[in-house]
């Protein structure tokens, strides 16, 4: 039970960063990490920590796909990671 709140963490600890990293290698002009990868983080569990980022660095806030999809996933996410906790215990 301890490993699935473990895993959510750092997923959601390596979405926030995703999104500090893509908003700075933005700022520089730098190679980007890409929307897809931002989106499969998001949906295995990582969605909370994206979102977090997206709110705090001021990133992908133009695009309408992450405003408003990001936080519904992040309900689902954490419904999701509840019933799999609920239905182990």
């Not at 926030?16 to 998001?42: C, G, P, Q, T």
């Not at 992908?60 to 239905?87: S, W």
């Amino acid at each position: 039970m301890y490993s699935i709140l473990v895993i959510y963490v750092i997923l959601n600890v390596y979405g926030f960063l995703l999104m500090y990293i893509d908003k700075n290698r933005a700022k520089n002009n730098k190679w980007r990490i890409s929307e897809k990868h931002i989106w499969i983080v998001s949906m295995v569990g990582g969605a909370l920590g994206t979102t977090f980022g997206m709110k705090q660095f001021r990133h992908k806030t133009k695009h309408k796909q992450f405003v408003i999809l990001l936080p519904v996933l992040t309900i689902l996410t954490i419904a999701i990671y509840v019933y799999i906790l609920v239905t182990l215990s």
